[in-house]
């Protein structure tokens, strides 16, 4: 038991993404109080992307073919420890407040975030290699419009939805195809998420707090 508890607090083999990708922009949601629960998230003690080495060196190269394009990576989110996971499900069983409910869901209930795999119980992004990120156009600063905004948790959000237009779609297609190209893996229900194909711990859940601090032990 000690040692499985030292392997999920191990950050070794984890890296700062920016000093892969200098040029990405953080947005990191979960330390901010602009998020679906409306507060900061435990375990995000700093506005920082942690992920493994490996998944930083494939966006580094994600990040090359689409500065060449004219885009920049906006990160939003990458490695989250299992006690911002707990966090997230103690919310959806026990708190009653839903003050983020127009902006985040306002066509479902709490509990329905759960069923339709917007919210996980145990979440890939606690393995270290997932994502969530979108592109900014260099040309305006701006984020390219994907059709719904980060953790929005609708039908609108899925990646292959044909309500949004045409060039939103585009703009979906052109993320997911250089992800996938570069050995990351989509899922049916968010446009914004991706996990590395190769994932160098796919079955372990770390729980060092989100600080550049723990890189440095």
């Not at 942690?50 to 580094?60: D, F, V």
């Not at 994600?62 to 299992?82: C, I, T």
Request: with cysteine; proline share 5%; hydrophobic share 35%.
């Amino acid at each position: 038991m000690d040692f499985e508890k030292a392997a999920i607090n191990d950050a070794s083999g984890f890296v700062l993404l920016s000093d892969y990708v200098p040029s990405i922009v953080q947005e990191i949601r979960y330390h901010s109080t602009y998020n679906f629960i409306g507060e900061r998230i435990d375990g995000y003690e700093q506005p920082c992307a942690i992920i493994t080495k490996e998944a930083a060196r494939a966006l580094k190269a994600v990040s090359n073919e689409m500065n060449v394009k004219g885009y920049r990576l906006k990160v939003f989110d990458a490695y989250r420890p299992a006690t911002a996971v707990k966090h997230f499900v103690l919310w959806g069983i026990e708190d009653l407040d839903q003050k983020m409910k127009p902006f985040f869901y306002p066509e479902l209930e709490k509990t329905e975030l759960f069923e339709r795999g917007y919210i996980a119980s145990k979440s890939s992004h606690s393995r270290g290699s997932t994502v969530d990120l979108t592109l900014l156009d260099m040309s305006t600063g701006k984020e390219v419009d994907m059709g719904s905004p980060f953790d929005f948790f609708s039908e609108i959000s899925h990646p292959d939805y044909k309500g949004v237009t045409a060039e939103q779609y585009e703009n979906r297609m052109m993320l997911q195809k250089v992800m996938i190209k570069h050995g990351f893996e989509p899922i049916d229900c968010e446009w914004w998420h991706f996990t590395l194909k190769n994932e160098p711990h796919p079955s372990t859940y770390f729980e060092f707090p989100n600080t550049a601090e723990v890189l440095k032990r």
